[in-house]
């Protein structure tokens, strides 16, 4: 596979010990706001941080997880995760002043049209709601110009909405849990909230499962709407060095999520090697 260009870096990192603000859970998903003003003075919507975790017989752990929000003044930025697997497990059971290493921000954000009047469509799918919940938290567009699709496979996994909610945005909800009022799966709303405008004055960011992406980014080409995509990949590493993380792309040059995306523009991709 052919290696792409060693470059410098998205943006400028830091590596640092961080004390927890607060770190509490509902709904099966928690929030970790980190002490961190060097971070919170950079992070991008569609950054990622990397927390670190070290056992007490010298080994070490570190997973990444995209910026849920961040707050400049207080000098904190937040994540949103679930606890499932071992390491976010873990996580859920830190308390409140507790250390934390992390690094931080890292990798490409979104980049938007800074044109206040062009419609931004968000679809996320699960977990992939939390850099667009912080994309969503930066907008200062009005509420009829910004449209958040929020997709899960029910109501209960749901991610965000409380938070969507309270913002001044259109909140779709697309689950397959009939026991909501609107049933419909991402695509079909996606599909009329394009109907709903011009697709020349649309852009769509979207974040959550490859196939989900995948299929959000065959919509965007028919209707020529301009996409970004924030990719699924492993990253051990998260700083460009593993190629771990590599993602097929439309010209042939490997690129890693962690270093050339994770945000990438959805022509980039080549979809079907990639999934």
Known sequence: MT???????????????????SNSGERGHHTLWLDAPAIAATALPGQFLVLH??????????????????????????IRYAPRGPFTTALSTVEQGALLTVTGPLGRAFQMPPDATTRL??????????????????SDRA?????????????????????????????????????QNDPAPWRRVLEEVLDEGSPASARIAACGPNRMLAAVAEVAARRAVPCQVSVSAPMPCGIGYCNACSVASSSGVALRACWDGPVMDAKQVDWPRLL
């Open 121 to 138: 469509i968000l679809v996320a799918g699960g977990a992939g709601a939390a850099p667009l919940h912080f994309l969503a938290a930066r």
């Open 3 to 21: 290696q792409p260009e060693r470059r410098s870096g998205p943006a400028q990192r830091h590596h640092l010990e961080t004390r927890v603000l």
């Open 53 to 78: 975790r070290f056992e007490p017989d010298g080994s070490a752990y570190r997973r990444p997880f995209s910026i849920f929000d961040s707050d400049i003044s207080r000098g904190s930025v937040a």
């Open 143 to 179: 509420a009829d110009r910004i449209v958040v699709i929020n997709a899960a496979r029910s109501l209960e996994a749901l991610v965000a909405m409380e938070e969507f909610g309270s913002m001044p945005v259109t909140l779709r909800s697309a689950t397959d849990d009939l026991s």
